[in-house]
Structures are given as C-alpha cells and as structure tokens.
C-alpha cells in the first residue's frame, strides 16, 4: 500500500513538474519570437542606414566633381 501511495505521489509530482514545463517552453517560446522580431527590426535598421550612408558617400563625390569641374574651367583661358 505504500508503494502504491508513493507512485501515486510521484506521478502527481511528475504531471505537476511536465505541467510547469509545457509553461516554461511557452514561455520561452515567445521570448524567442520577441528576439527574432527585434533581430528582423535591427536588421533592416542596419541595412537603411548603409544605405543612407552609401547615398551620402555618392552625393558628396559627385558634388567634389562638380567643384573640380568648375575649378578646371574657371583655369581654362577664355577664348575671345
């Protein structure tokens, strides 16, 4: 009869402890949903940000060559 009761107190301790578990494994189931989510934003935040300053980057060279452009003609003598 003991043994009965202590098996029966140990399968209720085991269906408690899967229970907690099931909840632990949820739990961290949408924490890593949460991360994911995160990573996807930071991620694309990244990627916007390379490409604006890649833009920059462009736009500053091109305005270099227009100055250059505009320095060489103003050496250039004038035809007259």
Do not use: G
Request: aromatic share 4%.
């Amino acid at each position: 009869m003991k043994q009965i009761l202590a098996t029966i107190k140990n399968l209720i301790l085991l269906t408690e402890e899967t229970t907690r578990n099931r909840k632990d494994i949820q739990d961290l189931q949408k924490q890593m949903k949460e991360v994911w989510s995160a990573l996807e934003r930071l991620t694309y935040e990244v990627k916007r940000t390379d490409d604006r300053e890649r833009n920059e980057r462009e736009r500053l060279v091109l305005q270099l060559e227009n100055q250059l452009l505009k320095f060489e003609r103003s050496l250039k003598p004038s035809e007259e």
